[in-house]
């Protein structure tokens, strides 16, 4: 993206205070059209619902990718491309047109609309190999459960292969979520399992037990191995439950560090402005006690961040989890001094190579797939390319 792109998406960013998505992902609004070609179904099939994407039958992309890396990236290299499956010709070789959807939650969302790139990025390099047409769609929940069960309805009844299922909610969504597992269709769930994911043909998600670890690990780096550390999280996220997990795991390393409040429930899901709300009242009853803060995710960092630049209060160490183009440019303000980067791109991707390979009968996977997530702050922040950039 060029930069004066890149100056406007992050200055209207700022201006809308947009929330990051439970399930770990971005509630901040995108006014950029998710990437799109064709928009019709093909007219032999029931019509499809709003908001379809059909990917070219052909490209001139470059084929194949790096394998993932779960180190550092060199210096000068954009860190969302490192966590990605390496796609190979031999290992996809269908043999016949395939059919491939990915069903996502909002994608005017920034952290699903980069699911959606991603995604779509892999089945243009993808049919750059092949001989066979791949057909890829992308279906809109819009924040509706019965959207959501409409559009699995679609991909069964017009024949797809392979769905790339983004779950709404890890109990809401079961019924959709049932609806594919039982039909013929290859089931991929990205981004949150929802119950019964073990039943699907893969789960893809970041690996949010390590970047609540990491996170509580830096902070507690940052603070001397010593200090008081408030939390904002949501134990009805389940994202935000098991990143907490691994943060309370690493905290055991460091004794000296205590947890003296914890702010939870849909306060820091919803919007940045709640976020600010609830931290302003816990601001109120702990201020000069608080020498760091833990977040389950960058909104409520956002938040966070909002409240003590009205309090004054410059000393206090705020961290979070997601790594999008808001929490870059907090961190190169100084206002937040790091967070563990998801790559929403890299789930999107290897939710089509997994497909294809598990369509093909040669992926040789886990069930389950993690995708590393990378720590960023001052030091490195110049060099990562957020995944809404």
Not at 106 to 126: D, K, N, P, T
Not at 214 to 226: A, D, S
Not at 227 to 242: E, F, K, M, W
Request: charged share 25%; aromatic share 6%.
């Amino acid at each position: 993206m060029k930069k004066s792109r890149l100056f406007a998406l992050i200055l209207a960013m700022v201006l809308v205070v947009s929330s990051l998505a439970a399930c770990g992902g971005s509630d901040d609004k995108d006014t950029t059209a998710a990437p799109a070609a064709n928009t019709e179904a093909p007219k032999e099939e029931t019509d499809a619902p709003e908001d379809t994407t059909v990917a070219p039958a052909d490209t001139t992309e470059a084929a194949g990718t790096e394998a993932a890396e779960t180190n550092a990236a060199a210096e000068g290299t954009a860190f969302v491309d490192q966590a990605k499956m390496e796609l190979k010709k031999d290992l996809i070789g269908v043999g016949r047109d395939v059919k491939i959807a990915l069903i996502v939650k909002q994608r005017s969302e920034l952290f699903y609309a980069s699911i959606e790139s991603g995604f779509m990025s892999a089945v243009e390099e993808a049919q750059a190999m092949v001989d066979y047409n791949i057909e890829a769609q992308v279906l809109d929940d819009n924040t509706d459960l019965a959207k959501e069960l409409e559009n699995v309805q679609y991909t069964i009844d017009n024949g797809f292969d392979i769905v790339v299922f983004v779950a709404m909610d890890p109990k809401s969504s079961v019924p959709a979520f049932e609806t594919l597992v039982a039909s013929d269709v290859k089931t991929l769930i990205v981004d949150a399992p929802c119950d019964g994911s073990e039943k699907c043909d893969a789960v893809i998600v970041s690996a949010n037990e390590e970047a609540g670890r990491m996170q509580m690990e830096k902070l507690c780096e940052q603070l001397g191995g010593k200090g008081n550390v408030l939390i904002l999280t949501d134990s009805t996220n389940p994202n935000a439950a098991i990143r907490e997990q691994g943060a309370m795991a690493e905290l055991e390393n460091w004794p000296d560090v205590k947890i003296i409040a914890e702010g939870e429930g849909d306060i820091p899901t919803v919007n940045v402005d709640k976020a600010q709300q609830k931290m302003n009242e816990l601001y109120q009853v702990y201020g000069s006690e608080i020498n760091g803060i833990w977040t389950f995710s960058d909104t409520p960092a956002q938040g966070a961040i909002a409240a003590l630049q009205e309090s004054g209060n410059k000393d206090i160490v705020v961290t979070g989890i997601d790594g999008n183009a808001v929490a870059k440019q907090m961190i190169q303000d100084g206002l937040m001094y790091g967070t563990a980067a998801q790559f929403p791109n890299a789930l999107g991707y290897d939710g089509v190579v997994a497909g294809l390979e598990i369509l093909a009968g040669t992926y040789d996977q886990e069930q389950t797939i993690y995708v590393p997530v990378q720590w960023i702050d001052s030091s490195n922040v110049d060099e990562y390319a957020a995944f809404d950039q």
